[in-house]
């Protein structure tokens, strides 16, 4: 257990010097760390995938990003202008990378969410039953073309 | 003039192509904007500015020489992931349009009056420091403490690096059950070990690593439905290594039913709950083990002092309370006392009127506002407008609020931007002429790196400097690693 947890601490510690790690932290909030260490073996080379981000106010950003990208890697990759998404850079521990899912993809993404990714997703704005975290949605081939809607954050002006 | 605002219009349109010449003999199409505190309010509300007003300059005023607010002073060591925001505050801190001033407090350096004259907007987001008190007997006891205080203690905040607390005690009461209470009693019954590389500091190390305290009680006057805590926190709380969660079965009883029909986020969370008080022991509780109560439906009516400490807290007495049609708390005829060696109150915060010139609702001790704006020159951010509730992610949606309130002020002339403000050139000159240091960006970083590098050998993130005065000195150099 002491090494799984030093093992995840050097993710975490890898993560925080960029953002392209962040596919690999994904593995911490799995139960089985050993996942990772396939990531680290030379993989095929990876297709290019397409999403399509649908801000509140209808307009639409189409982007391209690699198989095994998480749908905020894609964001942070392409400077995708989203005002604070991924505040904790993938970390589990906010839920400004909320994104909602059309059903039928929802019902198609290889994850279902964990009780840690819920309980982030309790406290968005604008939550739906196909509400997922973008760190959390790792890209397949069979994803590309997928079409995510980007919640309004600003709702809440309370005074 | 009305071509001038018509002007003025143009610099907030996302266009960064504009005739540079023409507008560089008139001030008119530089919006001077500040901003007071250096919190997550703060940073997003001037995120927000400088990628809308592409000629405006904001100014970020900081009473401390270290910025952040409450992501360096708040949030928990044991949640670093939490302080990832910082990287995007740098970045934003790094733009040409933004400038640090710190080691500058308002209603002290400087008033609202002069930041109102040198700048065309002024935003507050200073945030919600004094706490609440319960105005009960006993409790000016000593180790009958402010939690947030005691946060400020663990994480190095300088007014609350002295803070006189006692932990050779065995029980604890926490009163309140939000976030705040969550994170002091989590971080009272973590085993030290798992705090030890976190970048919380050597002082709170050093006492809690002595500390003697096995029981934690967070009593909260209402019932499992009305705490204010997230579940995530909770979730955390019932997996630490070595305590055991302790909640009374008929405190569920009038719950369970009402489960089903919750909207998911309090649904969920209740269910938690539920789960935590299925697997309470029953009987005698482990003595080897250290142990959380949940105590609900419970307001404190006096604490005593402790039998061998006589001006130290030893015991208080509760009222047990009922809920009414409302769900407010009304108290019984029943009270109960129960032992207590340290008392952390934290039961709301309240903002201080900075300035004798702020409107301020005394009462509830914030400023009035309509979705931060006080009035056209003059906004308020984060918990100094809301009060202190919601996570990151609250204060984030409001900041850009507030943030697209001043900007479309700004646009429209209701903030006439036409004639030219001094901005930080008037100011830096009074707060020269008063004797003030200020702390630059530069001089931030500078602290940032000996903190860094002072952690490094104690394997933590950061050992961070807690006197003002040697932040200052490390500022500009001297003091060094």
Redesign the interface.
Known sequence: MAKVLAFSRILRSLHNTKYISRSLIKCQHTSAPLQCSSKTQPLPKKEIVEVTFVKANGERIKVKGKEGDSLLDIVVNNSVDLDGYGACEGTLTCSTCHLIFKKEDFDRLPDKATDEELDMLDLAYDLADTSRLGCQIIMRKDLSGLEVRVPATVNDARS | MRQLLLWVGHTCNRLRILPQKRFSSSAASTPKICIVGSGPASF?AA??LI?TLPRAEVDIYEQLPVPFGLVRFGVAPD????K??M??FTKTAKSPQLRFIGNVTLGRDLSLRELRDAYHAVLLAYGADEDQELGVNGEKLSNVLSARRFVGWYNGLPRDTDLPVDLNVEEVAVLGQGNVALDVARILLTPIDRLKNTDITEHALEALSRSRVRRVRLIGRRGPLQVAF???EL?EMLALPDCITVCKLQDFEAVRPLVPGLE??RR??TELLCKAADSSPSGDLDESKRHFHLVFFRSPLSFYPSPDVPHAVGSMKLVVNQLDGQQQAVPTAITETVQCGLVLRSIGYRSTQADPALPFDTGRGRV?????VVHPGLYVAGWL??GPVG????T???A??VG?AVEADVCSGRVDASQARPGHTAVAKLLSDRGVTTVSWKDWERVDAVERSRGEKVGKPREKIVDVQEMLAVSVGAGGT
């Open positions: 997003y995120q927000h990628k949640h670093p992931e939490v990832n925001v990287n995007t997230t579940i995530k979730r998911r986020p969920r969370l009035p506002n309509i979705s931060g407008a809301t996570v990151i992610l609250s984030m949606t409001q850009f609020g697209r």
